[in-house]
Nanobody
Framework: QVQLVESGGGLAQAGSSLRLSCAAS????????MGWFRQAPGKEREFVTF????????YYADSVKGRFTISRDNAKNTVYLQMNTLKAEDTAVYYC???????????????????WGQGTQVTVSS
């Protein structure tokens, strides 16, 4: 089981930037994928991005493509989400998740992941 600890959330103005961190500990699996999801009040949990750990392959939701960047630090066993040009609709609780990579499509679904962080609030004001 992988334990995930998130940090970096907070209040930001529209157009500004914010960086989230997710530190992983415990046993990791082969073909591991690390994903970011977000959930606004009254909404379903939404896929944001994921990275395949073994080679750094990434994939983004259309809503964040060109603005958000996911990256990893192998030495620190940490994944980051750099969020630029923030919009009010980015306001949500952001969750880091860990699971196996099977396909791009499966890695966009929450049920592909078996470990989750507690979430960090991101609020963007206009």
């Amino acid at each position: 089981q992988v334990q995930l600890v998130e940090s970096g959330g907070g209040l930001a103005q529209a157009g500004s930037s914010l960086r989230l961190s997710c530190a992983a500990s415990g046993r990791t699996s082969r073909n591991n994928a690390m994903g970011w999801f977000r959930q606004a009040p009254g909404k379903e949990r939404e896929f944001v991005t994921f990275i395949r750990w073994i080679d750094g392959m990434t994939y983004y939701a259309d809503s964040v493509k060109g603005r958000f960047t996911i990256s990893r630090d192998n030495a620190k066993n940490t994944v980051y989400l750099q969020m630029n040009t923030l919009k009010a609709e980015d306001t949500a609780v952001y969750y880091c998740a860990a699971g196996e990579f099977y396909s791009i499509t499966r890695s966009t679904r929450p049920d592909n992941y078996n470990s989750w962080g507690q979430g960090t609030q991101v609020t963007v004001s206009s």
